[in-house]
């Protein structure tokens, strides 16, 4: 993948796909680094899946035989100087980790990450949050769609033209007001 940005969505979708009820997406740039965290309350994995996770041969998809989303993360991260972590346990969800050294040469771009937000925002399955936070030297943004759904009422669907067009216009200026 191209931008950091995509390797987010793959994985913000894996923990839906995981059952997950909250999901939170971090980007953070400090100290020359950047972190991408996911981090969520689904299933988990079990112990040996876990180790096995960034085999591009390991995947539960049954539409194919690879999953190459956390493999190409690892490389990604580790041709920077950087580093993979991904924590889990069953029945208490899971935690992915990635850091850049942000000044690598090889470091990939972020990418459109209100854009990234914005789409998963729209496509959150029924009964799940999200938050994003993004924090750099110059502060901090948070999208919270539980925060959102309260001033919204439970009658207005995030999918909504009207809200996804905020939702964007929201995100980009929170990432604009940090950059």
């Known amino acids: 993948m191209k931008e950091l940005s995509l ?4 994985i913000a979708q894996n923990s839906f796909a995981a059952g997950a009820a909250h999901v939170g ?3 953070e740039e400090a100290g020359g680094w950047l972190t991408l965290t996911v981090a969520d309350d689904g299933k988990g994995m079990s112990p040996d899946f876990l180790a096995s996770v960034t085999d591009p041969f390991t995947t539960t998809r049954t539409t194919r035989k690879v999953g190459l989303g956390l493999p190409l993360l690892r ?26 050294r942000a000044d690598h040469i090889d470091c990939p771009p972020l990418g459109d990450m ?11 399955p029924d009964g799940v ?3 994003y936070t993004r924090r750099t030297p110059k502060g901090e943004f948070r999208l ?8 919204l009422g439970p009658d207005v669907p995030l999918s909504t033209p009207d809200v996804a067009q905020w939702v964007r216009g929201y995100a980009d200026e929170g990432e604009q007001s940090v950059m």
């Open 7 to 10: 390797h987010m969505l793959d």
């Open 25 to 27: 997406l971090t980007v």
């Open 75 to 100: 490389m990604a991260a580790e041709l920077t100087g950087g580093t993979l972590d991904i924590q889990s346990q069953l029945g208490r969800g899971t935690t992915v980790t990635a850091r850049f």
């Open 114 to 124: 209100a854009g990234t937000v914005s789409l998963l925002v729209q496509g959150l």
């Open 129 to 131: 949050e999200l938050v």
């Open 144 to 151: 919270d769609t539980g925060e959102i759904r309260e001033i």
